[in-house]
């Protein structure tokens, strides 16, 4: 099979699996227990909340270990408002365009009374920093806005989002699930108060994730239950997978230049060769602002399940970005925040590129997506 789905997972990186083993057997210590066993645990636990600070430019304590991407942007949206709602901070800024985890997060934050303005984005799938700007108010409690979108690649003007928030002074979030690993993510460079990351998107395992709170960034938990994680995270933590975690994003950190070039030649070999190979090929997402590893393509005339399936039998791992709701298949709200054209939302495919994709994988794929697409068209 041709992996090309590394946006939805990755696969554990050996190096990460050697970091997780000697817990799975004989370090299987709570961090909280007084007694050796516990207090090698809690080693453990320091040293992978040092090396996730260190990879991000932050400190330690600024580290809350969640079980992934998801429970990181609930705490961010949900544990903000629940920190300013008493001073009548009840609005919330976000982006059409952002992971469910984001917008239904922002949706349950409705029901407990918060005003939620959703900004739209340009035809690339780019959001307006001066929209941004002008969508503050005295009562906004939270900007959040993805590093990179999951679906078609484009990459936010964070830089830019940042200046426009610290000079207003309302906490910036943002969702770095994607561009970790890919892109430069320290939490000074751009400017974030919060920032949320998952471990199986970068040759981790699932199940395990952070958000980074900068000091002073008000924050209630969304989990009782316990003293763990300063207050901010109730429960035992998950040291295996905090382990893993901390391995993988610093082997993501390491080697993020080099991968990340890597990946851009193959993305656009990709580009190029589906571009010249397939009449009627749109590209969906930036051209210049987007992923390195991130492809999608809408086929007008085609379904993205029918291309999926095609795909697969023929030994290509893709996805889609449309959803099939009670028979009809309906695009995503990504592809239809930048385009009105059914035809092109029902028939994108996602074909993302990772650290074992060669120029060989990315040929044969190519060659493949073109005589899939022939094939159902006739
Ligand atoms: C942008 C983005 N945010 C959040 C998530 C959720 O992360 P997790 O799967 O770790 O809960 C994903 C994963 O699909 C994602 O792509």
Redesign the pocket.
Known sequence: MIYLDH??TTPVRPEVRAAMEPLLTDRFGNPSSVHTIGQQARALLDGARDTVARCLGARAEEIVFTS????A?NLALIGSFLARRAEGKHHLITVQTE?H?ILESAEFLEELEAEVTLLPVDGSGRVDPEAVRAAIRPETFLVSV?AAN?EIGTVAPLAEIAAVCREAEVPLHT?A??GMGLLEMRVDAPYVDLL?L?A??IYGP?GV?ALYVRRGTPLKPILHGGSQERRRRGGTENIVGIVALARALELAVAERQTEAARQTALRDHLIVAIEGSVPGAVLNGDRVHRLPNNVNFSFPGLESDTLLLGLDLEGVCASSGSACAAGAVEPSHVIQAISENHARGISAVRLTVGHSTTEAEVDAAAEIVARVVARLRE
């Open positions: 946006a939805a992934g991407g998801t429970e942007d992971h985890a993805m999951n969702d699930v994607q949320s998952s199986h998107k699932k994730g």
